[in-house]
């Protein structure tokens, strides 16, 4: 009985474990309700880094395989999920980590364009918001950008010293805020609730 694979490993036993693996959208997590399966011994810490079983998962590809599964829940826990399961997960702050920043155009029409530690791509606009919380005590800003569902990326400090360069001060809801453009919204980058 010691000799048998612990239940979390169906998940991991399903991947290849050679070769290249083909990235794909992710999946319609959002329309899965399996039965918690338990706790998966997977860690995802604050500078994006994958571990299972407290080793880094090194193939990228391997990370954006169950990046493909992962949904937030409204209990505040992270999940992989399948149809047929639902596993636990450890997450430090957001799942992913902006690591790239592209800008096209300028003023009121540029689009900010973010790229993750695993390849995913947003367009910052009105479904993709940029929001920043200021840590109660030590007044440290965390800038995220909402990637897809509920699933955020926390935007690297070099790039949210990028956003700082570029932003503005623009009148919202009666107040003067700093912040940037893109797609046509502007997004307060100040902290200021």
């Known amino acids: 009985m010691a000799d048998r694979p612990l239940p979390a490993q ?39 880094t994958w ?39 450890k997450v430090d702050d957001a799942p992913f980590v902006a690591t790239r920043l592209q800008v096209e ?10 790229t993750t530690n695993l390849e995913d791509e947003v367009t910052v606009d009105a479904k993709h918001p940029i929001r920043v919380e200021v840590d109660s005590e030590t007044q440290e800003p965390s800038p995220y ?3 897809r569902g509920n ?7 070099n790039l949210f010293y990028e956003l700082a360069e570029r932003a503005v001060e623009h009148s919202v809801d009666g107040h003067t805020r700093l912040g940037v453009w893109s797609t046509g919204e502007f997004f307060p980058i100040d902290g200021s609730k």
Do not use: C
């Open 145 to 147: 950008v909402l990637l």
């Open 51 to 89: 571990y299972h079983e407290g080793d880094p998962i090194e193939r990228k590809a391997l990370a954006q395989l169950f990046s493909g599964i992962l949904r937030l829940d409204d209990d505040g826990r992270y999940y992989l999920v399948t149809p047929v399961e639902r596993w636990a997960i």
């Open 10 to 48: 169906s998940l991991l036993d399903s991947i290849p474990q050679r070769g290249a693996l083909q990235r794909r959208e992710p999946s319609p997590v959002h329309l899965w309700n399996p039965e918690l399966s338990g706790e998966m011994d997977m860690h995802i810490t604050r500078d994006g």
């Open 151 to 157: 699933l955020e990326a926390l935007i690297s400090r």
């Open 105 to 114: 155009g300028e003023g009121q029409g540029q689009r900010l364009i973010f």
